[in-house]
């Protein structure tokens, strides 16, 4: 598993003001690639959420951030949202590489080859044993034990 060390924030500089915001059947290519990044990827997520987006190097989690924040368009599918005027409530969406600072988001999204492997709590993925998230949660806290 390549996993760095630090954690990893995206900011765009631009603020986004929604209610909720999905993504539906979206897939991405990079313009003179044959190889999809995502594909057929769905999620939603809403205002005042805290996701936490993890996954292995070159799975998408950057790609999936510059989709939500319209900084690429999608090959395929398609991005609603539900734009509010006024918003007091701050929606966070973080790529993590240290999966202990994930108890802290509502949500955590595992990406894998072209998609979303897993979705859910931090405490609802680590007990299912079976998961990318229980192998990725194992691999780290073996060296905090």
Not at 48 to 64: D, Q, R, W
Not at 76 to 100: A, D, M, P
Request: include cysteine; glycine fraction near 6%; proline fraction near 2%.
């Amino acid at each position: 598993m390549d996993m760095p060390e630090t954690e990893k924030e995206v900011n765009t500089g631009k603020a986004l003001s929604f209610e909720e915001l999905e993504i539906r059947t979206v897939s991405f290519r990079y313009p003179d690639s044959d190889t999809y990044v995502l594909e057929n990827v769905n999620l939603k997520l809403y205002k005042g959420e805290k996701l936490a987006i993890v996954g292995e190097n070159g799975s998408g989690k950057t790609t999936l951030i510059k989709l939500l924040c319209r900084l690429y368009q999608p090959t395929s599918g398609e991005i609603y949202n539900n734009f509010s005027k006024i918003s007091k409530h701050k929606t966070l969406v973080s790529i993590s590489h240290r999966l202990s600072s994930c108890r802290m988001y509502d949500r955590v999204v595992v990406m894998g080859e072209r998609g979303i492997l897993q979705d859910g709590s931090h405490d609802k993925l680590v007990m299912d044993k079976d998961g990318k998230y229980f192998e990725f949660w194992t691999a780290q806290t073996q060296y905090y034990v």
